[in-house]
T-cell receptor
Framework: DSGVTQTPKHLITATGQRVTLRCSPR?????VYWYQQSLDQGLQFLIQ???????AKGNILERFSAQQFPDLHSELNLSSLELGDSALYFC??????????????FGNGTRLTVT | DQQVKQNSPSLSVQEGRISILNCDYT??????FLWYKKYPAEGPTFLIS?????DKNEDGRFTVFLNKSAKHLSLHIVPSQPGDSAVYFC????????????FGAGTRLTVKP
């Protein structure tokens, strides 16, 4: 158990809809990262928050947004969903603002299926 | 932009033998390298890492080798066990932006009893 909790585990929705994925980081971790894994692809970095502030952006679409709340949990909002958004979405946390020599701790992911 | 590449999507080995998983990278600014293991329906879990100041790091049955001149790293598992069957991701972290960890596409390892 990594200590990172993601909900829901599965999500099925229709094109054009909006969904929210939730992540609670490991106790004591201030950084939260969001990754997308499409079929047979590696993990694509979307966005990072550190202690409530956006710290880094990766390949995140404009239709996607995220935030980190004062209790350090984070939400990833996906809107105007397209079929190609179907993927596994992972949240990870770490103690530090940057990766440095601190490995990430991943949740079990949310599988999003857009029909 | 595939800065971290795992060219073998799958690998099958016999129990007790050595498993060698390979990873190549293109960005010479990467200075920290990690391997993650992922079981079905679970998130990736950290396995082992190596800093660019070293060329080898060992942890039990797992050893990671780094060849900076070739921009290549490998993970050796000796002896392989059926429980090692999983997808292994190679990851690298650049010095100029340590918020930008790049992952390979993964190699699915199957260890046959």
């Amino acid at each position: 158990d990594s200590g990172v909790t993601q909900t829901p585990k599965h999500l099925i929705t229709a094109t054009g809809q909006r969904v929210t994925l939730r992540c609670s980081p490991r106790s004591g971790d201030l950084s939260v990262y969001w990754y997308q894994q499409s079929l047979d692809q590696g993990l694509q970095f979307l966005i990072q928050y550190y202690n409530g502030e956006e710290r880094a952006k990766g390949n995140i679409l404009e239709r996607f947004s995220a935030q980190q709340f004062p209790d350090l949990h984070s939400e990833l909002n996906l809107s105007s969903l397209e079929l190609g958004d179907s993927a596994l979405y992972f949240c990870a946390s770490s103690e530090q603002a940057g990766y440095g020599n601190s490995p990430l701790h991943f949740g079990n992911g949310t599988r999003l299926t857009v029909t | 932009d595939q800065q971290v590449k795992q060219n073998s999507p799958s690998l099958s080995v016999q129990e007790g033998r050595i498993s060698i998983l390979n990873c190549d990278y293109t960005n010479s600014m990467f200075d920290y390298f990690l391997w993650y293991k992922k079981y079905p329906a679970e998130g990736p879990t950290f396995l082992i890492s190596i800093s660019s100041i070293k060329d080898k790091n060992e942890d039990g049955r797992f050893t990671v080798f780094l060849n900076k001149s070739a921009k290549h790293l490998s993970l050796h598992i000796v002896p392989s066990q059926p429980g090692d069957s999983a997808v292994y991701f190679c990851a690298a972290n650049p010095t100029y932006n340590n918020n930008d960890m790049r992952f390979g596409a993964g190699t699915r390892l199957t260890v046959k009893p």
